[in-house]
């Protein structure tokens, strides 16, 4: 045994001995070695791979259906708490990670060495510029203010230590690195499927400018503001690059089957040839890539309701807002409040009579939808009453077990392009009725909803801005109601300053006191299983109130500080130039 101790002794003393310079001098092992990496297009593309899981797209128990329960369009069983003014102060985390930007200026650093295809080679590396354009979008939302770092740092980079870069220039850097992959990526009939194309480009780049233009005008001369800049140039880009996107005539909007036009988008298998859908993800059961949303949406939604104020939202067939439209039918049920209604109200919304299984084998009986699970417990309980269908696919396939769900994951569509171009022109003042034609009314024609009239606008006294002009209102209500559940909701609160729709308020639900749903809850022997005031809350009109108990004052969102996170302690000792944001 003393012999095989001294032989390890000496084993490793000679290899320290002739190997340490060796091994130090080595690149870190989670690290690929950049002299036999980033050699050929094929290399290039492997490495920017890995920067896909980062968009956005169903997996496993998340949706993206979901992601609007940080604003006012969800009401989750547990409050959100940016919205309710509850967060703290990190310790560390908290958004604050850099890994990724690594990763991007790393490949960006080496990626010279490549040779072959020249526009391949530009085409990988516009790939990769768009992440880090991407990246940094999702810091300046979150933290405004952040380092602008171009090159991979060591533990002691002095960038480590440096000070936040004004947003502006954040995202001037930005808009450079999307003008890069615009000038260098494949157009979509190009690139290779379910990769970044030169229109997917063009995307980012009209949502960064229309986002970072409205941020400025309607912070500007408060401490999330610029100073001196209110938004202008960036409303013009933003008009500008969607106007480029929409003269490329690559892309146009979907219409599907007579009364499924808008709901049929959101729930296919496979997007090849969808002339909307820009960028996809696709799920196959044999790979083991699949999810579980058409399960939970449907079936209680997941502790999940659409708002009141949502549902509100939506015009009736006239084209007039329901407080004034005489086509609107009441509150006193679903069916009738979805009367002459915007079709893509009837399209994005669980009713009674619809299919939740369907196409059962083997003669088994289909199940269709009865009453909102208002009654349910734990993931099988719906918050509001208002149960999510855009998205769902009733088919009994996608229903029977967990993990097998396939229907696709949309992640960039043509109807966005639309919509900011909409908005962009509207806040620049130049939105003209041909305008409206090509974009808000192309939309409507989807689903043969009465025209946008920019002259003839009727007065809503529920407008959610009424301080702006009525034509502001109703793109913003346009784009509310096209992008409904799709994750877009909270980046319009915060770049529109829109906290008086938040702070102080409580989220409504369905009509329950003085409808068709009283009192039709009960078990198998009868006996209610609704107890207001104990499973249920109600506000004195009637309608449900998820949070009566919870947050008896309303959502505290404090607009002095909840539009930035905190940068977490740890990060502000560490590096002494780093300054935290407002009212943390």
């Known amino acids: 045994m003393r012999r095989y101790i001294f032989l390890l002794i000496i084993s490793l003393f000679l290899f320290t001995q002739s190997c340490d310079k060796d091994f ?69 985390g908290g958004g604050w990670d850099w890994g990724n930007i690594r990763q991007a200026n790393y490949f960006l650093q080496y990626c010279g060495n490549a040779e072959g295809v020249e526009a391949d080679i530009n085409h990988y590396i516009g790939e990769v510029r768009f992440f880090r354009a991407y990246l940094y979008f999702e810091k300046i939302k979150t933290f405004g203010d952040v380092p602008w770092i171009s090159k991979p740092m060591n533990t002691n980079s002095e960038e480590l230590f440096a000070p936040r870069t004004s947003r502006i ?30 229109e997917a480009a063009l995307l980012l780049k009209a949502r960064i400018c229309l986002y970072e233009g409205t941020w400025q005008k309607y912070h500007y001369g408060t401490p999330f503001g610029v100073q001196g800049s209110d938004g202008t140039r960036f409303l013009e880009l933003a008009a500008g690059t969607s106007r ?80 004034v439209s005489p086509l609107f039918q009441g509150y006193d049920s679903l069916w009738l409040e979805v009367t002459n209604r915007d079709p893509r109200l009837l399209q994005s919304l669980l009713l009674p009579g619809y299919y939740m299984v369907a196409n059962s084998p083997g003669g088994a ?32 396939s996608q229903q029977t077990a967990d993990n097998i769900g396939t229907t696709a994951s949309i992640i960039f569509r043509y109807a966005e392009a639309l919509l900011i171009h909409a908005e962009a022109k509207a806040e620049l003042g130049t939105l003209t009725q041909e305008d409206a034609d090509r974009t808000v009314n192309v939309l409507r024609d989807r689903v043969g909803m009465a025209h946008l009239n920019i002259n003839n606008i009727s007065h809503d006294p529920n407008w959610e801005f009424p301080s702006l002009s009525p034509l502001i209102n109703e793109i913003r209500r346009e784009r509310r ?72 004052n309303g959502y505290g969102f404090n607009p002095g500080r909840d539009y930035l996170s905190p940068i977490p302690s740890d990060e502000i000792t560490l590096n002494s130039n780093l300054v935290q944001n407002p009212g943390w």
């Open 24 to 92: 130090l001098e080595r690149y870190p092992l989670d690290e690929l070695v950049p002299q036999d990496f980033f050699n050929s297009p094929e290399e290039l593309k492997l490495y920017a791979n890995r920067f896909y899981t980062l968009l956005p797209a169903h997996s496993g128990y998340f949706y993206t259906f979901w992601i609007d329960r940080n604003s006012d369009n969800l009401v989750h069983g547990s409050y959100d708490t940016r919205l309710a003014g509850t967060r703290t102060v990190p310790s560390s």
């Open 169 to 198: 220039d954040v995202t001037d850097s930005i808009i450079a690195d999307l003008d890069y992959a615009i000038s260098n990526l494949k157009t979509a009939s190009q690139a290779e499927p379910f990769r970044i194309n030169k």
């Open 244 to 323: 480029q996107l929409m003269e490329m005539n690559t892309f146009s909007i979907y219409r599907g089957p007579e009364g499924q036009e808008y709901w049929s988008l959101f729930n296919q298998y496979d997007y090849t040839g969808n002339p909307e859908v820009m960028l996809w993800k696709k799920f196959d059961a044999a790979l083991g890539i699949t999810h579980n949303m058409s399960r939970y949406i449907p079936h209680g939604t997941g502790r999940i309701g659409m708002s009141k104020s949502l549902i509100d939202s939506y015009l009736c067939e006239d084209g007039d807002p329901v407080s």
């Open 365 to 396: 009986n289909d199940r269709q939808y009865e009453l909102p699970t208002l009654d349910g417990i734990a993931d099988f309980r719906n918050t509001t009453g208002y149960a999510i269908y855009k998205g769902s696919n009733p088919d009994w």
């Open 481 to 552: 109601v096209e992008l409904a559940c799709e994750g877009f909701r909270w980046d319009d609160l915060a770049r529109w300053r829109a906290h008086h729709l938040i702070t102080g308020q409580r989220p409504r639900g369905v009509k329950y006191i003085g409808s068709n749903l009283e009192g039709a809850y009960r078990d198998y022997d009868g006996n209610p299983t609704i107890f207001i005031g104990q499973n249920l809350f109600v506000d004195e009109n009637g309608f449900v109130d998820p949070y009566r108990n919870v947050l008896p």
